[in-house]
């Protein structure tokens, strides 16, 4: 690890003037709250903390943004160009503020704005145009998709723009408009982004409000929001889903998961090492769909486990600014708490720490990526999400048994199949209980790719046509001839 990050907190408050927008303005915060840089553990910048009076303010807004919003398709494609060019633009400031309040390395935070950008271009080229169901003699029947009206936008700390942005590009496609809530881990840059959309965007159009869970609960059961768009963890969902109830809101919940990963039998260990390892540690394993837990045959787990020892003993941890960190802090103290209990766990109960085990060196959250072996399924760490950068590899006898492992969840996020045989791996997805299931690859998502979560894994569906859809309401026109 080398140095502290060039973000100061005092230079980084000065210089970025965070602040929450409300009808396309900036406003000063009557109150705030402390964010904490993961790769030094101390003080930041203070983030405001909205109250219910601003949160009105802000929903009144969005309301009123809504009515001309929604009524030009061609404007809207055209704004959202022009945010994703604005967003490109600003994309090296604002991933100098997310690094520092998030901890991921700097080429990290440019790629999660540039690949929001890239997503709100993939929505704005999307036809919308509605369904002819039938147009004969007798009826002619078309099948509208109304926007629904002020739209929530909740995220969680991971990757607060990517996951705001998504959102967002869906949302106002179709007409809606957004309130986004980070999380208040990393409130500065989701701040700073929605802020530098105001140059491309109607006043009200996205907003911005940073706050705590209390925040969130004013605003998932605010009147005039129509529709939450909430990602997070199950527990949290949960509250979210209730809240939705009593006025029978839109909800879509992207919640946790314990992702398994198959190896079969056919694989060669040395050729899916660095795939399986990637796509478990990807953002510090801080990721929802990353690789949780490894099902391998076991005359194949120590060779793999070897292979994946090896590529986690190369990895370089350090603070993100340092181009050559692979990997960056944990991004808060209670998940570096989580990840270290959950480890401390395994190895008492046995297992064997064939890579790191133990915290890194020096201030900030960081740890060692870890590799355990010699577990099993009823370890916590196997059982629970541990969302942070320890893996557990457990070997299996045949493949039904693995299925029956990996399946045996609350949770339904994402799967994978490794093999050399893609149609066998293919056949093999399918048997596989959850949203998402990749076949040599894990975590990646696309525009164009349903992304839904399984069991307790969420409700409803986000990304490509089918998600955006369901930030609509289904209108049918029928015309009797
Ligand atoms: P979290 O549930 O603690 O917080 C998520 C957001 O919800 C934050 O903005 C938080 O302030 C807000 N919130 C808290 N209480 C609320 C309430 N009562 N009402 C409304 N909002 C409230 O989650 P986290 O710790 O920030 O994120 C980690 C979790 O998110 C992990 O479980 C991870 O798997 C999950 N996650 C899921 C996906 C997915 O797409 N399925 C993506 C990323 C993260």
């Given at each position: 690890?080398?140095?502290?990050?060039?973000?100061?907190?005092?230079?980084?408050?000065?210089?970025?003037?965070?602040?929450?927008?409300?009808?396309?303005?900036?406003?000063?915060?009557?109150?705030?709250?402390?964010?904490?840089?993961?790769?030094?553990?101390?003080?930041?910048?203070?983030?405001?903390?909205?109250?219910?009076?601003?949160?009105?303010?802000?929903?009144?807004?969005?309301?009123?943004?809504?009515?001309?919003?929604?009524?030009?398709?061609?404007?809207?494609?055209?704004?959202?160009?022009?945010?994703?060019?604005?967003?490109?633009?600003?994309?090296?400031?604002?991933?100098?503020?997310?690094?520092?309040?998030?901890?991921?390395?700097?080429?990290?935070?440019?790629?999660?704005?540039?690949?929001?950008?890239?997503?709100?271009?993939?929505?704005?080229?999307?036809?919308?145009?509605?369904?002819?169901?039938?147009?004969?003699?007798?009826?002619?029947?078309?099948?509208?998709?109304?926007?629904?009206?002020?739209?929530?936008?909740?995220?969680?700390?991971?990757?607060?723009?990517?996951?705001?942005?998504?959102?967002?590009?869906?949302?106002?496609?179709?007409?809606?408009?957004?309130?986004?809530?980070?999380?208040?881990?990393?409130?500065?840059?989701?701040?700073?982004?929605?802020?530098?959309?105001?140059?491309?965007?109607?006043?009200?159009?996205?907003?911005?409000?940073?706050?705590?869970?209390?925040?969130?609960?004013?605003?998932?059961?605010?009147?005039?929001?129509?529709?939450?768009?909430?990602?997070?963890?199950?527990?949290?969902?949960?509250?979210?889903?209730?809240?939705?109830v009593p006025d029978l809101k839109r909800t879509t919940l992207e919640l946790g998961g314990n992702d398994a990963a198959i190896v079969l039998d056919d694989a060669d260990p040395a050729a899916i090492a660095a795939g399986i390892f990637d796509r478990g540690f990807v953002n510090c394993g801080q990721t929802c769909a990353a690789i949780k837990r490894v099902y391998v045959p076991e005359k194949l787990h120590d060779e793999l486990v070897d292979a994946l020892a090896a590529i986690a003993d190369n990895k370089v941890v350090g603070v993100g600014t340092d181009p050559t960190t692979d990997y960056g802090p944990v991004n808060n103290r209670i998940q570096l708490g989580i990840v270290t209990d959950l480890v401390e766990d395994a190895l008492h109960k046995g297992a064997h720490a064939a890579a790191g085990g133990t915290r890194h060196d020096g201030e900030g959250y960081f740890y060692r990526p870890t590799i355990l072996s010699n577990l099993d399924d009823g370890v916590r760490i196997v059982d629970e999400e541990q969302f942070g950068p320890a893996l557990p590899v457990m070997s299996y006898k045949t493949l039904d048994e693995a299925l029956a492992r990996a399946n045996d969840s609350k949770y339904g996020l994402g799967g994978s199949v490794w093999t050399s045989d893609l149609e066998r791996g293919e056949a093999v997805a399918d048997r596989i209980e959850a949203g998402t299931v990749w076949v040599n690859n894990h975590a990646q998502t696309l525009p164009h790719q349903p992304f839904a979560g399984a069991k307790w894994s969420g409700i409803g569906v986000e990304n490509s046509r089918l998600g955006m859809l369901e930030f609509t309401q289904v209108q049918a026109v029928h015309v009797a001839r």
């Open positions: 690890m080398s140095g502290t990050t060039r973000t100061g907190g005092q230079d980084l408050a000065e210089a970025a003037a965070i602040a929450i927008i409300i009808r396309g303005r900036c406003v000063k915060p009557e109150a705030t709250f402390e964010v904490v840089n993961p790769a030094t553990g101390r003080f930041l910048a203070n983030a405001p903390d909205a109250t219910p009076k601003q949160l009105d303010d802000t929903m009144e807004g969005a309301l009123a943004a809504f009515h001309s919003w929604k009524v030009d398709d061609a404007a809207r494609v055209a704004a959202m160009y022009a945010a994703a060019e604005v967003m490109e633009r600003h994309a090296a400031d604002l991933a100098q503020i997310l690094t520092a309040e998030q901890g991921k390395p700097l080429r990290e935070s440019v790629a999660e704005v540039e690949t929001t950008a890239r997503w709100f271009r993939w929505y704005a080229d999307l036809d919308i145009t509605p369904e002819v169901a039938e147009d004969s003699d007798v009826r002619r029947v078309v099948v509208h998709r109304r926007p629904l009206g002020p739209v929530i936008a909740i995220a969680p700390w991971n990757f607060p723009i990517q996951s705001a942005g998504k959102k967002a590009a869906q949302a106002l496609r179709v007409g809606n408009t957004v309130v986004v809530k980070p999380s208040p881990f990393t409130p500065l840059a989701t701040l700073k982004w929605v802020e530098v959309l105001q140059g491309v965007l109607a006043p009200g159009v996205v907003s911005a409000l940073s706050g705590g869970a209390q925040l969130g609960s004013w605003m998932t059961s605010h009147p005039l929001t129509r529709k939450i768009s909430f990602t997070g963890s199950t527990a949290t969902g949960k509250l979210v889903a209730a809240a939705a």
